[in-house]
């Protein structure tokens, strides 16, 4: 056999050479002969699979992209632009500012049906994006308070339903009644969809009639109403409106106007010959003083959001108008990265530029703004490096932002170095290939790193890049888009990010997830369009695919700014991402300083960070203080418990972090995480933290709340006014200069006209010790049992009964006997740790000072100056229901 299999090589040659020269005489049996003897039929099925897979190869990459593409191409959808008003130039929209509104605060009042109620939940929503402050309150008996002293607290009443307001008892009816026309604060009301179908039903108490349980169709504006400012007249929504529940208003008297109309849906023909129905109605208060604007339904209808933010800005006098500006920066990522068959053309480039032509006519200084990662330069077909080539040429009509140059996620690099050669590769390429690289603009793959924070691709980004801004969608949370955030972290302003319903694998609008109405509604109304409403500055996020294939961004962009052009007044205009970021934080400066979060409380967000950072030790206890109450001899009594860890210490604070309080927050979380190592604790161990100065800090509640926020927090109270000296021998043997040249009776009487150093020593002494006060904006984040308030004199007499009642409420396994592990040394006059036999290892010389009692007459300021918030804290605890410490009963006592 081996001899067959040998001999049979030769034939082959000769077969080849054979059939050439003797084709038309014998058809080469030795050959036949040979491939018979040596082809089975599992070789034949192979090669007929390899053959087929080669095949498929081929076609699919050279054959049916082109082709596919080419059937795409001439089906690129035109933009919406049915609107008449395109043409005409943009009128200067009404201004609602006057002086009337210098009594009441920026801030409205919505009266809901119940808690759960969906318009209620709506107008809250709608609130919340446009940063307007609100109160919500179930509509009830009695009206909330409405004044504080001679202030007017809200500026415009919300009704959710018409009807509670029109029923309202008379007494509270008038009470408002009073509020509004002496605050000239002005009423929204809805008209609730309700069983019956009322025809010309007078609204309680008005000259207005009302027909409910309409169908309706083919909505206007009346160009004359006062209340139109973001809104603009002159269009009709053409069609069906949403909903069968509609109501509309007639009225017999010059003080109502309507706002808006439409027809309805069974009624046929054209102009006079149509009777338009007011479905929005304004209400001039030429009655009784109180204006009001009126809606027939709710905010299923697009119009009315804009509407009703209008009848916000209309009532309040202007002090509820929101800007009429709108930035919007279009990102398309992924340059040079998309899959073969799915990226841009030379045509696809024409018609980008063609695109952005147009729409710099609606939005001044509009360019598209291009991230692109150079390691899939020209890893296209050949008509696509076309593209890629077409891009380059055209490269100053467009901006540039670097991307990662391998599309990798930052966060898989644990090493800057390493994401700092490869963002050279990328600078590299933009240098040669003339792409501008001043931008100061990047963004990340998949938000990766920016959001949790991965600390190497801030450095690597403001070493390479001179990163000063980039954009995510992930900050503090991807949903609610509302909520979406900026912040600043090492000189890198991260702006929020919004959404446009395009991602990568949005190719074509015939295939549109949910179908081509639902774009369609987004653009005409619906959430592109709000979005952009909604938010001053917008900044999309697209994808080379989504501009090559049908264009769909184009069609997007262009319809969404067409419509908006068409059906409101806002002025849209376009900056580069470094101005853009300037402007946001001007708008919003409360939002710089970030706000942390656990990434590991959010599967988005740990898959985006780093696999080696570890939150599983973050405390679950803190200690918060306040200073000098006993809270370090807390701290040591709890790190003797089997079940508790604490963290490692800091270098230059030791067993206090003080991340929470002051620039430690900004070095960023991992800082804080350093501190907590995986190693720190076993499983079973809990982690916790004690930094005295957290009780008063401002911000520290919420910045704990944001990233524990299931943490127990334990406060240590002793009376105030011993708090206040001991704290004052404490800064003073720190040699404290103001605390060295003042006694502690002039710091604590120290008046307003004091000078500075003496006033800011003076509230740095006493405000600690206003403890109801600070409780309560801890309880504004912690729910009560969370809490655990604990009696430092009691901690310092009897720290076993303390420990005991601690171990408790911290839920610890085992429970601990500390009146083995304390014991009471005389010479130092405190508790301390039990060593070895009868030794003992107490706290150092800074903690349980000697120093001279208090003077009497500084003892007597402090009680009458701590009464009233020694008093609030008795109550506060009654209300807990937690015992009254016998320090603050001594504090309350006459004696
Ligand atoms: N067991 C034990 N050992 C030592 N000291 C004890 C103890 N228990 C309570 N105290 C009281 O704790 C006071 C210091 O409070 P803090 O530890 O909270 O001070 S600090 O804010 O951390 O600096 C300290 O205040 P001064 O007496 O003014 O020094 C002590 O009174």
């Not at 009639?209 to 083919?218: E, P, S, V």
């Not at 609606?362 to 291009?370: A, E, I, K, P, Q």
């Not at 009776?745 to 509230?763: G, V």
């Not at 109550?875 to 009254?884: F, M």
Request: aromatic share 10%; proline share 6%; glycine share 6%.
């Amino acid at each position: 056999m081996a001899g067959d299999g040998r001999g049979a090589r030769t034939p082959l040659l000769e077969c080849g050479g054979y059939a050439q020269v003797h084709a038309y005489k014998t058809p080469a049996p030795r050959c036949c002969f040979w491939l018979a003897s040596h082809i089975n039929v599992r070789k034949c099925v192979a090669g007929v699979m390899l053959l087929s897979v080669l095949t498929i190869f081929f076609y699919t990459y050279y054959v049916t992209v082109p082709l596919t593409s080419l059937v795409w191409r001439d089906r690129v959808p035109r933009p919406l632009s049915q609107c008449s008003l395109l043409a005409s130039q943009q009128q200067h929209a009404r201004d609602h500012t006057s002086d009337a509104r210098l009594r009441i605060d920026a801030k409205v009042l919505v009266i809901v049906e119940s808690a759960y109620s969906r318009l209620g939940r709506d107008i809250a929503e709608l609130l919340v994006a446009n940063r307007i402050r609100y109160k919500v309150e179930v509509a009830g008996k009695s009206l909330p308070i409405l004044t504080t002293l001679d202030k007017g607290r809200y500026g415009v009443i919300i009704f959710e339903s018409l009807s509670k307001y029109a029923n309202m008892d008379k007494w509270n009816r008038e009470l408002l009644d009073k509020y509004c026309r002496e605050y000239s604060v002005g009423v929204v009301g809805f008209a609730t969809p309700g069983e019956e179908s009322l025809v010309g039903a007078q609204l309680k108490g008005f000259p207005l009639f009302m027909h409910t349980n309409l169908r309706l169709k083919d909505a206007t504006l009346n160009p004359a109403s006062p209340v139109l400012r973001l809104s603009r007249a002159g269009e009709t929504a053409w069609g069906d409106l949403p909903g069968d529940h509609w109501t509309v208003f007639r009225a017999n008297s010059s003080t109502y106007e309507p706002v808006a109309w439409a027809v309805r849906q069974n009624e046929y023909g054209s102009g006079e010959n149509r009777s338009p129905l007011a479905t929005v109605i304004q209400d001039h208060g030429r009655l009784d003083g109180v204006q009001r604007v009126l809606f027939g339904s709710g905010f299923q209808f697009w119009l009315h959001r804009l509407l009703f933010l209008d009848a916000l800005s209309y009532l309040s006098h202007g002090q509820l108008s929101l800007s009429l500006e709108r930035w919007i920066l279009v990102d398309i990522d992924d340059i040079f990265v998309g899959e073969r068959g799915t990226r841009l053309h030379e045509e696809d480039v024409s018609a980008l530029l063609a695109s952005q032509a147009a729409l710099q006519r609606l939005v001044s200084g509009f360019r598209f703004n291009l991230g692109f990662s150079a390691k899939y330069y020209h890893h296209g077909t050949p008509l696509e490096n076309r593209g890629d080539d077409a891009l380059l040429k055209n490269r100053e009509h467009f901006t540039w932002f670097c991307h990662m140059w391998n599309h990798q996620q930052p966060h898989l690099y644990n090493n800057v170095t390493q994401l700092e050669t490869e963002m050279m590769l990328n600078k590299q390429f933009a240098i040669e290939h003339g792409i501008p690289t001043n931008s100061c603009y990047s963004v990340s793959p998949h938000h990766s790193g920016v959001y949790p924070v991965h600390e190497p691709l801030y450095e690597a980004w403001r070493k390479v890049w001179d990163v000063k801004v980039t954009s995510t969608e992930e900050y503090p949370h991807l949903r609610p888009a509302r909520l979406r955030r900026g912040f600043r972290h090492r000189g890198v302003m991260v702006l929020p990010r919004q959404t446009c319903g395009l991602f990568t694998h949005t190719l074509l609008l015939e295939r549109y997830p949910g179908g081509r109405q639902r774009l369609d509604r987004s653009i005409q109304g619906g959430e592109l369009f709000q979005t952009v409403i909604n938010n001053p500055i917008n900044i999309f996020m697209t994808h080379m695919s989504n501009y090559g294939n049908d264009r769909l961004a184009l069609y997007t962009f262009e319809s969404v700014v067409k419509f908006l052009r068409c059906w409101t007044n806002v002025r849209l205009a376009s900056a580069p991402p470094l101005a853009l970021a300037d402007k946001y934080f001007q708008l919003r400066p409360d939002e710089l300083n970030p706000l942390w979060g656990n990434p590991c409380d959010d599967i988005r967000h740990r898959r985006i960070w780093s696999k080696s950072k570890w939150c599983g030790s973050l405390p679950r206890v803190l200690v918060v203080g306040p200073q000098k109450t006993g809270s370090t001899a807390l701290h040591t009594f709890l790190a003797l418990h089997p079940a508790l860890a604490p963290n490692l210490p800091s270098p230059t604070t030791y067993e206090e972090l003080q991340f929470f309080n002051n620039h430690n927050y900004l070095k960023g979380l991992d800082w804080y995480l350093n501190f907590f190592p995986a190693s720190l604790s076993n499983l079973s161990q809990i982690s916790f933290e004690k930094s005295a100065t957290y009780f008063d800090g401002e911000l520290v509640p919420r910045r704990a709340h944001a990233l524990l926020p299931t943490a127990k927090i334990i406060i240590i109270l002793i009376s105030p006014s011993k708090r206040a000296y001991s704290w004052y021998q404490h800064i003073r043997s720190h040699g404290d200069p103001v605390a060295k040249n003042y006694t502690f009776h002039t710091i604590i009487t120290a008046n307003d006209s004091a000078p500075k150093p003496l006033k800011d020593l003076r509230n740095r002494c006493l405000n600690p010790g206003k403890y109801s006060h600070h409780l309560e904006r801890w309880l504004a984040e912690y729910s009560a049992h969370q809490l655990h308030v604990l009696d430092g004199t009691q901690l310092r007499a009897e720290p076993a009964a303390v420990m005991n009642t601690l171990q408790k409420f911290l839920k610890l396994t085992p429970h601990i006997d500390y009146n083995k592990l304390l014991k009471y040394d005389p010479k130092k006059g405190f508790f301390c740790q039990v060593t070895s036999g009868e030794k003992t290892k107490c706290l150092g010389k800074s903690k349980g000072r000697i120093y001279p009692p208090m003077e009497e007459r500084s003892a007597k300021f402090l009680k009458r100056y701590y009464t009233p918030h020694n008093t609030a804290l008795s109550k506060l605890l009654v209300r807990l229901g937690r015992p009254v410490p016998q320090w603050l009963k001594d504090e309350l006592s006459n004696g």
